[in-house]
Nanobody, 111 residues
């Protein structure tokens, strides 16, 4: 059974930083592309960043240069380092692999 458990969300001022973590279990982590999505209430869920099995990365244009996705295969964990946060980054952030989702973690950036 695939499980994805996000943590690290919270309230931060604009310009601040947060690091999200997603602990994975129930599948071969090192063989899976992992991704972070975010969703604002009433809007579609959007891809924020993804990392492949060889650690190639892809970012949404809105977060390029500010967010960094990394993975630790030994710990079966994927991270999202978020710097220079903006109020428009406020959303629920979800960890994803294939059709599996975590429960989400709220990130709120105050102006």
């Amino acid at each position: 059974q695939v499980q994805l458990m996000e943590s690290g969300g919270g309230l931060v001022q604009a310009g601040g930083s947060l690091t999200l973590s997603c602990a994975a279990s129930g599948f071969v982590f090192r063989g899976a592309t992992m991704a972070w999505y975010r969703q604002v209430s009433g809007k579609q869920r959007e891809l924020v960043a993804e990392i492949t099995i060889d650690s190639s990365t892809n970012y949404a244009d809105s977060v390029k240069g500010r967010f960094t996705i990394t993975r630790d295969n030994a710990k079966k964990t994927v991270y999202l380092l978020m710097d220079s946060l903006k109020p428009e980054d406020t959303a629920v952030y979800y960890c994803n692999t294939q059709l599996n989702w975590g429960q989400g973690t709220q990130v709120t950036v105050s102006s």
